[in-house]
């Protein structure tokens, strides 16, 4: 399959755990990012392999074949990669220590990647949300939060894991412009400061005008969630600058958002 100028094929058209395939879609292309990953943090403790066959073998496959075609790779990751017990927020040079299959699969896919093309560029970041968001939460964070209290439904976020809130379009950008640098190896992009879930809540809400909702705090434990997640999830780099501040990329996205719905609030 020869892609055109850009692409942006899912897995039904393209599957990364596919290597002949794989081999095919890359004749002529200069540069892939790699946004495919299995993100059921729950359901990898439940099912490891599915988190391994996408997480693990696909990039490994996807960095073998763009070792044979010279074609320039950025793999996405995550801050999950660190088990979260550090009191200050996770650097490059920092050890990963994964706890739980989700976790564990996605450092497999970095070593993988960086073993085959060392040349490739991953990148880690932390807490996004954006226009499409996760098909497998509902959507993004803070419209899940907006949409439970306009519904009147109650709120419990938990306040004990931190992280950097980063808008997808602020990551887009800066990725686009990193993958046209000869930058390689592990690089943490995330948006400048670090929040609670709780305190991301509170802001989307205020955003939407909602400050008067309640919004309970409660704990990790109280959900007793099968995969562990870091308490402290925060990254930043000695590589490269942060984002804008999280405040301002998530107004930033919300602007965006509520042009999205008055569009499609007019009549045909």
């Known amino acids: 399959m020869l892609l055109p100028e850009a692409a942006a094929p899912g897995r039904v058209e393209l599957d990364i755990t596919d290597g002949a395939q794989l081999d095919d879609a890359l004749r002529g292309v200069e540069l892939v990012f790699n946004c495919a990953a299995y993100n059921a943090v729950d359901d990898s403790e439940r099912d490891p392999s599915r988190a391994e066959l996408i997480n693990h073998l696909g990039p490994r496959n996807l960095a073998a074949a763009c070792a044979r075609r010279g074609v320039r790779l950025v793999h996405f990751s995550t801050n999950y990669v660190f088990d979260g017990r550090a009191s200050r927020p996770y650097q490059e040079d920092d050890e990963p220590s994964p706890a739980g299959a989700y976790a564990r699969s996605k450092r497999a896919g970095e070593e993988a ?92 809400l205020a955003l939407a005008g909602l400050e008067q909702v309640e919004v309970a705090r409660v704990s990790s434990s109280d959900f007793s969630a099968p995969a562990p997640r870091p308490k402290n999830g925060c990254l930043t780099s ?22 999205r719905e008055a569009e499609t609030e007019q009549p045909m």
């Open 238 to 259: 000695r590589r490269v600058a942060p984002l804008r501040d999280w405040r301002q990329g998530l107004a930033a996205y919300w602007a965006a958002y509520q042009a």
């Open 113 to 204: 990647v960086l073993s085959l093309l060392p040349s490739a560029l991953v990148i880690r970041s932390s807490g996004l949300f954006g226009a499409v968001g996760s098909a497998i939460k509902g959507g993004s964070f803070p419209e899940r939060i907006v949409g439970a209290a306009r519904a009147g439904r109650p709120l419990k976020v938990v306040d004990d894991q931190r992280l950097n809130p980063t808008w997808t379009g602020d990551l887009a950008a800066a990725s686009l412009a990193l993958a046209q640098s000869e930058l390689s190896g592990v690089v943490h992009l995330v948006a400048d400061g670090c929040a609670s879930y709780h305190e991301l809540a509170l802001a989307s």
